[in-house]
């Protein structure tokens, strides 16, 4: 009968710490690291070793002892996914372990990368060293890498008054009253809204001013599912509407109606916010909703 396997654990350990020289070659470059900087070995053939070497792992040749700072960015040539790191790795987040060319150096740096996903380190992808607040001289002083910053997410707002004059005001101060304006062109016959002083295909003025009826035809509209507080919810439609009796749609949101049912061709009316509550404003229309009539076939 085969005897069971005598087992007998081992543990390696110096509490104190393991103490080794450095030797010059490498000493000068955990200095450098000190100091926040990156140096490579110059060999007799040029090469620029990162990090640097006493000796030519390819020909064998002593390097020439010239040091050459270089990066401190580089370019990722290869990198290995760790999705779920270890004690004693170097981030406790997802992060890669990469082969990294920095600028001016002829031998590539193991070193970890930061990055949002596997897909956001493919080769090529550039990378900056992220330094330890207090560099003691170990190549753990480059906390790890992080990609080039190649976008910028800022809040945008912009502020300014707009003063209405001429038919825009006048136009508004119809919608106040709960009634839409329009321009007729006695030339090209056309019908404009919003209210114009001039055709803007034939150039003629536009003397005549027509009140036209808040109903109307949706010509094109757009599913929207970003939230906009004029919207009644999201996702929610904008549409052209094409009064009738115009020539010309305007642009306006459907409401009470869901946004998978909107399709052009409907008819809609617009849906007015109480009297007491309007202003020269086209807020006092809340949106357009449909009337139930039969869809219009659009030419």
């Not at 010059?24 to 955990?30: A, H, M, N, Q, T």
């Not at 808040?214 to 599912?225: C, L, W």
Request: proline share 10%.
């Amino acid at each position: 009968m085969p005897s069971d396997p005598l087992v007998a654990q081992h543990v390696l350990e110096f509490p104190g710490g393991y103490t080794r020289t450095t030797g010059p070659v490498i000493g000068r470059f955990l200095s450098e690291l000190r100091a926040r900087r990156i140096v490579g070995v110059r060999t007799a053939e040029g090469r620029v070793l990162v990090p640097p070497l006493e000796y030519d792992p390819a020909t064998g040749e002593p390097v020439t002892g010239e040091y050459v700072e270089v990066g401190p960015a580089g370019t990722v040539t290869t990198s290995a996914w760790v999705d779920e790191p270890l004690d004693g790795h170097p981030l406790d987040r997802p992060f890669a372990w990469a082969l990294i060319r920095l600028d001016g150096a002829g031998t590539d740096l193991l070193h970890a990368v930061e990055a949002e996903n596997p897909k956001a380190l493919a080769p090529g992808t550039r990378v900056w060293p992220v330094w330890r607040d207090s560099p003691t001289g170990h190549i753990t002083d480059i906390s790890h890498f992080a990609p080039e910053v190649t976008k910028i997410v800022s809040g945008v707002r912009a502020e300014y008054r707009l003063q209405a004059g001429g038919a825009l005001r006048v136009f508004l101060e119809g919608v106040e009253r709960g009634v839409l304006l329009g321009s007729r062109c006695e030339q090209c016959e056309k019908v404009y809204v919003p209210l114009r002083l001039a055709c803007p295909e034939c150039g003629n003025n536009l003397p005549d001013t027509l009140e036209l009826p808040d109903t109307g035809t949706i010509t094109t509209f757009a599913i929207n599912n970003l939230p906009d507080p004029r919207a009644p919810e999201v996702p929610f439609v904008s549409a052209y509407i094409l009064l009738d009796g115009a020539d010309i749609p305007m642009i306006a949101l459907i409401g009470d109606v869901p946004a998978h049912e909107v399709r052009q061709g409907m008819r809609v009316r617009a849906v007015w916010v109480p009297e007491s509550e309007r202003t020269a404003s086209m807020a006092n229309i809340r949106w357009f909703a449909p009337t139930g009539e039969p869809d219009v076939e659009l030419a």
